[in-house]
């Protein structure tokens, strides 16, 4: 069974950082790509960011290129999310999201979402 | 970027009534590459429709999607309780993938 338990969220400061994590386990981690989709309170869902199963390819909107950074560690079979430089808008449930193709490098529909965790952005 | 369009808002129905859920395009969605999801309150979204058609695993036949190039269908055949939901539509066949701004189906 295919898990995914994301943590890391809080409380934050505009202009602070934060890094969110992704645990995954029930699929072999490595092979897929893995994306990070976020909802505000009350609001629609956007997507934030894909990172290729090997790290090698990364993709960002350009709502957050610049500011945040994916990565994983296949050995650990976890997702982050490096947040610096937040802002108000940044305020949203963060969702870590497995793709549904093995070896793909990018963009496909969203095959399993866990739990999400909330980043608050605020003074 | 391809701007998906849901409507209704909102669809008041009662349980074991049809829902039809639409979700427009603003450009054509290549190779029918669109999703469609549930989410309850407090939930994650949940993956329902893929490639406009197809059934994700464990879904039940009740759910169905159609469409293609700009027009797209969630139909609902018969409500159950747990159906009432907000509902998703998201395109994968351009970057960024998009998301409609969804459809809640609420007990009339």
């Known amino acids: 069974e295919v898990q995914l338990l994301e943590s890391g969220g809080g409380l934050v400061q505009p202009g602070g950082s934060l890094r969110l994590s992704c645990a995954a386990s029930g699929f072999t981690f490595s092979m897929y790509a893995m994306n990070w989709v976020r909802q505000a309170p009350g609001k629609g869902l956007e997507w934030v960011s894909t990172l290729s199963g090997s790290g090698g390819s990364s993709y960002y909107a350009d709502s957050v290129k610049g500011r945040f950074t994916i990565s994983r560690d296949n050995s650990k079979s976890t997702l982050y999310l490096q947040m610096n430089g937040l802002r108000a808008e940044d305020t949203a449930v963060y969702y870590c999201?497995?793709?549904?193709?093995?070896?793909?490098?990018?963009?496909?529909?969203?095959?399993?979402w866990g739990q999400g965790t909330l980043v608050t952005v605020s003074s | 970027e391809i701007v998906l369009t849901q409507s209704p808002g909102t669809l008041s129905l009662s349980p074991g009534e049809r829902a039809t859920l639409s979700c427009r395009a603003s450009q054509s969605v290549s190779s029918n590459y669109l999703a469609w999801y549930q989410q309850r309150p407090g939930q994650p979204p949940r993956l329902l429709i893929y490639?406009?058609?197809s059934r994700a695993t464990g879904i039940p036949d009740r759910f169905s999607g159609s469409g293609s190039g700009t027009d797209f269908t969630l139909t609902i055949s018969r409500l159950e309780p747990e159906d009432f939901a907000v509902y998703f539509c998201q395109q994968y066949g351009r970057s960024p993938r998009t998301f409609g701004q969804g459809t809640k189906v609420e007990i009339k």
């Open positions: 490639g406009a058609s």
């Open positions: 999201a497995k793709d549904p193709v093995v070896g793909a490098t990018s963009g496909f529909y969203f095959e399993f």
